[in-house]
């Protein structure tokens, strides 16, 4: 496909001004409830007709969340960082996002993105551990403490 495909956004690139460098753009509608009222220039570009609406499918949104499970990333990521990263990888567009968790699974997936500010420097693996006696504590655990000790589960890269 050529370069007149229309990248997908997400909100922190629809809120940097280098936008226009990227021509016509497409998201989900959850972006643009999240920027049309902090941005007097996403409203004029959708008056304009120059941004996309989609919703990605059920299918690819679970194919997302199936990887941001398996990597760690799924506490990382909003909703509408899930329907972003779907979007994109059911269209097959190229993805402009910031956000380093999007990022991180934008490239597990194979999904062309491209940083608006800051550059991915490596893929990191995030773990589930307990805070105080530093167990680590599988994915399918889902309490919120340490089932050894009772100590606060947290996300740590290692
Ligand atoms: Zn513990």
Same mark, same amino acid.
């Not at 990248?7 to 226009?20: I, M, P, R």
């Not at 959708?46 to 990887?67: C, T």
């Not at 499970?69 to 059911?90: C, F, N, P, W």
């Not at 100590?151 to 740590?156: A, E, M, R, T």
């Given at each position: 496909?050529?370069?007149?495909?229309? /990248?997908?956004?997400?909100? #922190?690139?629809?809120?940097?001004? +280098?936008?226009?460098?990227? #021509?016509?753009?497409? +998201?989900?509608?959850?972006?643009?409830?999240?920027?049309?009222?902090?941005?007097?220039? !996403?409203?004029?570009?959708?008056n304009a007709g120059r941004i996309q609406i989609a919703e990605p499918s059920e299918k690819s949104v679970k194919i997302?969340?199936?990887?941001?499970? %398996?990597? #760690?990333?799924?506490?990382?990521?909003? %909703?509408? $960082?899930?329907?972003?990263?779907?979007?994109?990888?059911? +269209?097959? %567009?190229?993805?402009?996002? $910031?956000?380093?968790?999007?990022?991180? !699974?934008?490239?597990?997936?194979?999904? +062309?993105?491209?940083?608006?500010?800051?550059?991915? /420097?490596?893929?990191?693996?995030? !773990?589930?551990?307990?805070?105080?006696?530093? %167990?680590?504590?599988?994915?399918?655990? /889902?309490?919120?403490?340490?089932?050894?000790?009772? #100590?606060?589960?947290?996300?740590?890269?290692?």
């Amino acid at each position: 496909m050529g370069a007149w495909r229309s /990248k997908v956004l997400d909100a #922190g690139a629809f809120l940097n001004s +280098t936008f226009f460098d990227y #021509g016509d753009a497409m +998201t989900v509608p959850q972006v643009l409830d999240e920027v049309k009222i902090k941005s007097a220039v !996403v409203e004029a570009l959708l008056n304009a007709g120059r941004i996309q609406i989609a919703e990605p499918s059920e299918k690819s949104v679970k194919i997302v969340e199936d990887v941001a499970k %398996r990597m #760690g990333e799924i506490g990382k990521l909003s %909703r509408t $960082d899930i329907l972003v990263l779907a979007l994109a990888y059911e +269209t097959r %567009r190229e993805l402009i996002t $910031d956000d380093f968790h999007v990022q991180n !699974v934008a490239k597990e997936m194979g999904i +062309t993105y491209e940083p608006v500010t800051e550059e991915i /420097k490596k893929k990191i693996k995030w !773990v589930r551990r307990c805070s105080r006696c530093g %167990r680590k504590i599988p994915e399918s655990y /889902k309490g919120s403490r340490c089932p050894y000790c009772g #100590g606060k589960i947290i996300y740590s890269s290692k």
